[in-house]
């Protein structure tokens, strides 16, 4: 049941870029940083001190990408590999932050390699998703105190993907 915990001081800022170095040269990123304070507690009995923050608020994401297309001799087309990375800090899931809510900050990596038919009729591509399979949760459900346990749902593994697509 939510519940206002009180009044806080919050700030942030974010940015994007995309940059075309050249017709075939491109380049993406963005940021975003968040602060967020409890300045005064409204109910004490709530657990929720000055120190913690609301819950799935990560204090900073960011991403990077980079793809470059290649045009293929003997008019075959165009062959672009691209990569990218991701990272979201540490967030806790209650209220009342602990070590048993909270999810460490992870870093994802993504790769995808696709090729373009002269005319642009045809796309195929192959793509591997959270490259370095990392291990990492989206959500954690503290159930200690009720159930003996902690439960969570990972973030998907690496995993490959085959396309072909064609336009009409």
């Known amino acids: 049941m939510p519940f206002n ?3 806080a001081h919050v700030w ?25 304070r409890y300045t005064r507690i409204k109910d004490p ?13 990560p204090s900073t994401k960011w991403s990077i990408g980079a793809q470059y297309e290649f045009t293929l001799p003997a008019e075959l087309g165009t062959f672009t590999p691209r990569i990218d990375a991701s990272y979201q800090s540490s967030v806790f899931t209650l209220p009342t932050n602990s070590a048993s809510n ?3 900050g992870y870093t994802t990596e993504n790769a995808r390699f696709t090729w373009r038919s002269p005319d642009s009729l045809w796309d195929v591509s ?3 998703t959270n490259l370095s399979d990392e291990y990492y ?7 200690s105190a009720t159930g003996g346990f902690i ?4 973030g998907r593994p690496r995993e490959f993907a085959f396309s072909v697509k064609r336009k009409f």
Do not use: W
Request: proline letters at 3%.
């Open 126 to 128: 192959a793509a591997v």
């Open 102 to 104: 909270r999810i460490d």
């Open 12 to 36: 942030g800022l974010e940015g994007e870029i995309e940059a075309h170095l050249t017709e075939a040269f491109e380049i993406d990123a963005s940021y975003s940083y968040l602060h967020y």
């Open 45 to 57: 009995s709530s657990f929720v001190t000055i120190g913690m923050v609301t819950p799935f608020t």
């Open 151 to 154: 439960q969570g749902q990972p």
């Open 5 to 7: 915990g009180g009044d």
């Open 137 to 143: 949760y989206l959500t954690l459900n503290d159930l």
